[in-house]
């Protein structure tokens, strides 16, 4: 189980992935307070402000948390947490946005079974080629 921050630090996450595209939607909003309600921190006061939508979540926050929360020695157990309740929020509204697969697309590259394998030239290579393809789909 998730120690109290770690598990603020993931309701984070997921609160600027919601914003990621500019919108939460009524599915993702759910989600949230879902969320917050079942880890009893629907009161915390930096969470309940980022709940109450007062104020965007920039996309640069969101990765900055992001980055932040699984630092650079993330364990597999953090990463899968991650992985599962991000696609859970994302996908709840039934429709991936180009932000949001962008989102889940970083995230996959730092899923710590590929960064044994991997050198960082070829992580690099692969994320130049997602990006190439996205824009040659986006001109057809």
């Known amino acids: 189980m998730m120690d109290h921050q770690k598990t603020k630090q993931l309701l984070k996450i997921l609160i600027g992935a919601a914003w990621i595209d500019g919108v939460i939607q009524v599915e993702e ?62 996908y709840s509204d039934g429709d991936i946005q180009i932000q949001e697969a962008k989102l889940l697309t970083t995230l996959q590259g730092l899923d710590p079974a590929q960064e044994t394998q991997k050198k960082p030239i070829e992580k690099l290579l692969g994320k130049i080629q997602t990006l190439y393809r996205k824009a040659i789909r986006q001109q057809i």
């Open 29 to 90: 909003r759910s989600y949230l307070k879902q969320t917050a309600q079942q880890h009893h921190l629907q009161d915390d006061p930096e969470l309940k402000l980022l709940l109450s939508e007062l104020k965007p979540v920039s996309p640069q926050e969101c990765y900055q948390w992001l980055q932040d929360y699984l630092g650079d020695n993330h364990s597999e157990e953090d990463y899968q947490e991650l992985l599962e309740r991000l696609s859970g929020l994302l």
